[in-house]
C-alpha cells in the first residue's frame, strides 16, 4: 500500500490527494506542519508528499519551494492542479440570526491558512471587515480550533470536507475572490509514481549562474528559445549564502527523454551555470468528469 504525507485531515491537500489516487490503495499520513510532511517522506517513514507549490491567485508558496532546495532532496514525481474551493464555516447555534441566517455581525474572528485567507480577501472586506484575521498552520487546522472553542464568535475558511468532519455549518460557499482559484500541487518522493499515466510531461530544474557573467539570464534563456522550448514558469530565489544570489527555477513543457531539452541543459552547463534537475514528471489536470 501506497503511504502518503499531506497536511491535515479536510484540508484542499487532503482532497487533492484524493483526486490523484482515487481507485489506487493509498495511506494518508496527516501532518499539521509541512515540514513534518516533507520530513516524513524524506526519513522514509512515507512514499511521497504532497506539496502545494503554487496559486492562481497568490502565485508560488516559497516556503515549499525553499524546502525543496535546502531542506531535502526528493524529486518530483507527478503535477496536478485542482480547484481550490474556500467556504465560511462555524457553529451554527452562534452565528445565526432568529430566522436562520448568518448574522456576519457576531464574527469577531476568522481563521485560516494564510494562504487561503489571501484568496478572500475581497469577501472578508466587504463582509467582515471588523473581524480579526489570524494565520493557523492549514485550513483543516482554522476549522478544528473553532470546534474547540465554541461561544467565542469564531469563524474559518476552509473545505466542506472539514466542516463535515468536525460538525460545523457551512454558512457560506464559494468564498474566494475568483472563480478560477485553482492550486498546483507536486507529488515528491524517490518511489516513482505508475499509477497513472498522461500525455502531458513537465521537468523542472534549478539554474545557478556563475558570478561576473554578464547577460548570463539572457543566455540561458535564448538555449530553450532557439529551440522553441516552451517554459512554463521562471522564478528566482536567494540562494542563502551571498546576498544578490539567486536559484532560478524553471518549469519546461518537455519530458528529459527529448533530445532538445538534454542539448539545452548542456548548452547552460557549458555557459558555467549549475543545473539541478528537481525532477521529469507527468503533468495532469483536474476534470469534473472525473
Keep these: 500500500m501506497i503511504k502518503v504525507a499531506l497536511l491535515p485531515a479536510?484540508?484542499?491537500?487532503?482532497?487533492?490527494?484524493?483526486?490523484?489516487?482515487?481507485?489506487?490503495?493509498?495511506?494518508?499520513?496527516?501532518?499539521?506542519?509541512?515540514?513534518?510532511?516533507?520530513?516524513?517522506t524524506d526519513n522514509g517513514t512515507t512514499d511521497y508528499s504532497i506539496i502545494p507549490i503554487e496559486n492562481t491567485i497568490e502565485g508560488s508558496v516559497t516556503l515549499h519551494s525553499d524546502w525543496l532546495v535546502h531542506e531535502v532532496d526528493l524529486p518530483i514525481q507527478a503535477e496536478w492542479v485542482y480547484p481550490s474551493i474556500q467556504n465560511?464555516?462555524?457553529h451554527q447555534s452562534e452565528l445565526t440570526s432568529g430566522q436562520g441566517e448568518l448574522d456576519y455581525s457576531r464574527?469577531?474572528?476568522?481563521?485560516?491558512?494564510?494562504?487561503?485567507m489571501a484568496q478572500c480577501q475581497q469577501y472578508l472586506?466587504?463582509?467582515?471587515?471588523?473581524?480579526?484575521?489570524?494565520?493557523?498552520?492549514?485550513?483543516?487546522?482554522?476549522?478544528?480550533?473553532?470546534?474547540d472553542n465554541p461561544g467565542l464568535g469564531w469563524a474559518a475558511i476552509g473545505t466542506t470536507i472539514a466542516a463535515g468532519n468536525n460538525g460545523l455549518q457551512v454558512f457560506d460557499r464559494g468564498v474566494t475572490d475568483h472563480d478560477n482559484n485553482f492550486t498546483r500541487f507536486l507529488l515528491v518522493g524517490d518511489r516513482p509514481f505508475t499509477e497513472r499515466t498522461s500525455d502531458a510531461h513537465k521537468t523542472s530544474i534549478l539554474v545557478t549562474l556563475p558570478e561576473d557573467f554578464p547577460g548570463a539570464l539572457h543566455q540561458v534563456l535564448s538555449a530553450f528559445a532557439w529551440r522553441k522550448i516552451n517554459l512554463s514558469r521562471i522564478e528566482s530565489r536567494p540562494t542563502k549564502k551571498k546576498l544578490g544570489t539567486y536559484y532560478f527555477f524553471i518549469d519546461i513543457n518537455l519530458s528529459m527523454?527529448?533530445?532538445?531539452?538534454?542539448?539545452?541543459?548542456?548548452?547552460i552547463e557549458a555557459l558555467g551555470c549549475q543545473v539541478r534537475i528537481l525532477g521529469s514528471y507527468p503533468s495532469f489536470t483536474f476534470t469534473t468528469a472525473e
Excluded: C, M
Excluded at 471588523?130 to 473553532?146: K, Y
Excluded at 527523454?257 to 548548452?267: G, K, Y
Design 125 to 147: 472586506k466587504e463582509n467582515l471587515p471588523h473581524a480579526d484575521q489570524e494565520h493557523v498552520s492549514s485550513t483543516a487546522e482554522a476549522v478544528r480550533i473553532v470546534r
Design 257 to 267: 527523454e527529448s533530445v532538445l531539452l538534454t542539448a539545452a541543459i548542456a548548452e
Design 88 to 90: 465560511l464555516i462555524g
Design 10 to 40: 479536510g484540508s484542499v491537500s487532503d482532497e487533492a490527494a484524493r483526486y490523484l489516487f482515487a481507485g489506487q490503495e493509498a495511506q494518508y499520513v496527516y501532518h499539521k506542519l509541512i515540514a513534518d510532511v516533507f520530513v516524513s
Design 107 to 116: 464574527i469577531v474572528k476568522v481563521l485560516s491558512h494564510p494562504v487561503a
